[in-house]
Nanobody, 124 residues
Framework: VQLVESGGGLVQPGGSLNLSCAAIGKTNVLNCMAWFRQGSGGDREGIAAINLGSGRTYYSAPMKGRFTVSRDNAENSVLLQSRALNAQDTATYFC???????????????????WGQGTQVTVS
């Protein structure tokens, strides 16, 4: 399985974020996809996850209300959207996936087996 993120770049403060993650390969084994981010010198923190079967979404407490995760099953992709970004949102954003839905709500990075290369988002 390969995950490819797109949509990062330079965003003005107060601007919007629209990221996409395409899953390529043996995607039928995947049941959960998620977004994480990692700022300079920081830990990788969970943002949101989505159960690919049911469509149920999960958000980490700090991110809830600021980010929206959705799926496009026809394209085998997951989207992440946000509005009103600020400088603290500057980070590398990663897409992740796993086979089991058991750990989907936890948004713990070490639980996720598949990772994309990440896409840089700079708010300035």
């Amino acid at each position: 399985v390969q995950l490819v993120e797109s949509g990062g770049g330079l965003v003005q403060p107060g601007g919007s974020l629209n990221l996409s993650c395409a899953a390529i390969g043996k995607t039928n084994v995947l049941n959960c996809m998620a977004w994480f981010r990692q700022g300079s010198g920081g830990d990788r923190e969970g943002i949101a996850a989505i159960n690919l079967g049911s469509g149920r979404t999960y958000y980490s407490a700090p991110m809830k209300g600021r980010f929206t995760v959705s799926r496009d099953n026809a394209e085998n992709s997951v989207l992440l959207q946000s509005r009103a970004l600020n400088a603290q949102d500057t980070a590398t954003y990663f897409c992740a996936a796993l086979e089991s839905v058991t750990y989907c709500p936890d948004l713990i990075a070490r639980r996720f087996r598949h990772w994309g290369q990440g896409t840089q988002v700079t708010v300035s």
